[in-house]
T-cell receptor
Framework: GNSVTQMEGPVTLSEEAFLTINCTYT??????LFWYVQYPGEGLQLLLK?????DKGSNKGFEATYRKETTSFHLEKGSVQVSDSAVYFC????????????FGKGTHLIIQP | DAGVTQSPTHLIKTRGQQVTLRCSPK?????VSWYQQALGQGPQFIFQ???????QRGNFPDRFSGHQFPNYSSELNVNALLLGDSALYLC?????????FGPGTRLTVL
C-alpha cells in the first residue's frame, strides 16, 4: 500500500547549519511528492513539490529532488535559521488530484541561535 | 482571498455524542478533502468531496460522514464519538494538483 517514511525527530541544529530530512515512499504509479510545514499553532503550508522523476522543488532556500530509483524525496537547506523551527511533513498522492494525500509522521525541527 | 476557513476552532464533546465540523474552500476551488491529525502524528486522509459526491475514502469507519454543498463548502460529521476521535481535523481545498489547508478544528472528546 501507499506509505511515507521520514526520519523521526526532534532534530536539533544550530543556526546556519546544513539541514537534511530524509523521506522515502511507497506508492503505485507515479506519485506527486510534497513537503508541508506546520508552524506552532498553525495549519499545514505547502513548502515545495515535485510532480515527476528528477524534478527539483524549491522554496525559501529549501530543496528536494524526486528520486524515482531510490523512491526518495529528501529535504535540504544550506543554512537554517531560527525561524525554520517547525514540523515538516513529507507527503504524496498518485496524481490527478483525486487521491487523498498520504503523509509521513512528521519531523520536528528545532533551530537554536 | 480568505483562504480555507474552518469552524469552530475548538470543540469539546463527550463520548457518544455527535459533532459537525465546517469548511469553506479557497475561492475557485471545487474539491474538499478532510484529514484527521492525532497529536504527534501526520494527517490521515478521511475522504474527499467533488461535485457534491464522495469521490474517495480513506480507512475510516462509517461513523465519519460528510457533505458538500453547491457552493463547494463542506461538513464533516462524526457520530457516536469515541475518546480516540480526539484530534485536529483539517480541511483542504484544491482545484488541480495542489491542496491548501485550513487551520483546523481541535476536537476533544471527554
Amino acid at each position: 500500500g501507499n506509505s511515507v517514511t521520514q526520519m523521526e525527530g526532534p532534530v536539533t541544529l544550530s543556526e546556519e547549519a546544513f539541514l537534511t530530512i530524509n523521506c522515502t515512499y511507497t506508492a503505485t504509479g507515479y506519485p506527486s511528492l510534497f513537503w508541508y510545514v506546520q508552524y506552532p499553532g498553525e495549519g499545514l503550508q505547502l513548502l515545495l513539490k515535485a510532480t515527476k522523476a528528477d524534478d527539483k522543488g524549491s522554496n525559501k532556500g529549501f530543496e528536494a529532488t524526486y528520486r524515482k530509483e531510490t523512491t526518495s524525496f529528501h529535504l535540504e537547506k544550506g543554512s537554517v535559521q531560527v525561524s525554520d523551527s517547525a514540523v515538516y511533513f513529507c507527503a504524496h498522492h498518485s496524481g490527478g488530484g483525486a487521491d487523498g494525500l498520504t503523509f509521513g509522521k512528521g519531523t520536528h525541527l528545532i533551530i537554536q541561535p | 482571498d480568505a483562504g480555507v476557513t474552518q469552524s469552530p476552532t475548538h470543540l469539546i464533546k463527550t463520548r457518544g455524542q455527535q459533532v459537525t465540523l465546517r469548511c469553506s474552500p479557497k475561492s475557485g476551488h471545487d474539491t474538499v478533502s478532510w484529514y484527521q491529525q492525532a497529536l504527534g502524528q501526520g494527517p490521515q486522509f478521511i475522504f474527499q468531496y467533488y461535485e457534491e459526491e464522495e469521490r474517495q475514502r480513506g480507512n475510516f469507519p462509517d461513523r465519519f460522514s460528510g457533505h458538500q454543498f453547491p457552493n463547494y463548502s463542506s461538513e464533516l460529521n462524526v457520530n457516536a464519538l469515541l475518546l480516540g476521535d480526539s484530534a485536529l481535523y483539517l480541511c483542504a481545498s484544491s482545484f488541480a494538483n495542489e491542496q491548501f489547508f485550513g487551520p483546523g478544528t481541535r476536537l476533544t472528546v471527554l
